[in-house]
């Protein structure tokens, strides 16, 4: 995380520069930037529909000049140097949504689709702007935030917009739900817009954990007759990334008798959940 002072343009590129070494081809990458944004006349390549390029305007940025400021080519230009799965972008400025048009775009309002030619165009790109790019986006007292900060954290925190019911709060979920509430609030004031690079799959940000219920109802009627032959059980005893137990694998247990398990998790990791036949 850049927090103030630390988020200039140098700043922003050295962080991104430095996740080339620390990332890998099955990891999600998150770039998140609130702040002021701005627009002014297209630059080479010219690629803006509107002849306006948008910009970040960091913390170093400068009055009526944009040296310092980042222009939408040059992120997508240092966001494509790491070799990921995905990217997320959530881009809380002013002017957002022209973050992806470009002068080719036909494009229809909420929704861009992947088909169009765009600023930040790669297929593993999912973008969350706040809104649209002739739109302003605003902090409140009210809320102490920008409307849609608040809502994308709101989102992150409610399960029930787990739409799928795969147990991830997706980039995608947090947009419907984060984007429709700015539009309410700001009484349409702001429209936030989302570019998605590979529309056939969700890109998981949050996961929420399996149901940990166990059933603790227990048979009313007992058995009179005893069984001749004392029957086995298997046990398939598996762990999931971050972690181990012990035994593991396929354990036989006599009908009557126990088994216990050691769970230990990984360093800086902690055990989320236990799951018994399925439950």
């Known amino acids: 995380f850049l ?18 070494s620390r990332v890998g081809p099955s990891d999600t990458v998150i770039f998140y930037f609130t702040g002021h944004g701005d627009q002014a006349e297209d630059i080479p390549p010219y690629d ?7 910009y970040l305007c960091p913390q170093d940025s400068l009055p009526n000049l944009y040296s310092n400021d980042i222009r939408d080519d040059e992120i997508q230009i240092w966001l ?19 973050m992806v048009k470009s002068a080719s775009s036909n494009y229809n309002d909420k929704f861009i689709d992947s088909d169009y030619e765009k600023d930040i165009k790669n297929r593993n790109f999912v973008v969350l702007m706040a ?15 920008s409307a849609f900060t608040y809502y994308i954290v709101e989102g992150f925190k409610s399960p029930v917009i787990d739409k799928n019911h795969d147990y991830w709060i997706s980039a995608e979920e947090v947009f419907s739900y ?36 166990i059933p603790t109802t227990v048979p009313t009627t007992i058995p009179t007759t005893v069984p001749t032959t ?9 762990a999931g990334q971050g972690g181990s137990i012990s035994p593991s694998g396929s354990v036989q247990v006599s009908a009557g008798s126990s088994q216990a398990f050691t769970i230990t998790p990984n360093t800086g990791y902690q055990v989320s959940n236990v799951i018994v036949d399925g439950i």
């Open 3 to 20: 927090y103030d002072g630390q988020a200039t343009k140098s700043g922003i590129q050295t962080a991104i520069s430095t996740l080339r």
């Open 48 to 54: 803006e529909y509107d002849d306006l390029d948008e």
């Open 80 to 98: 494509e140097q790491l070799n990921v799965k995905n990217i997320v972008c959530i881009f809380d400025i002013c002017y957002a949504g022209g």
């Open 131 to 145: 809104s649209n790019d002739y739109e302003e986006s605003f902090s409140y007292d009210s809320i102490q935030n």
């Open 178 to 213: 984060a984007g429709l509430k700015t539009t309410e609030f700001t009484s349409s004031a702001s429209n936030p817009q989302l570019f998605d690079g590979d529309t056939s799959n969700d890109v998981g940000i949050r996961f929420l954990g399996y149901p940990t219920t």
């Open 230 to 238: 004392i029957p086995t059980f298997t046990i398939t005893a598996l």
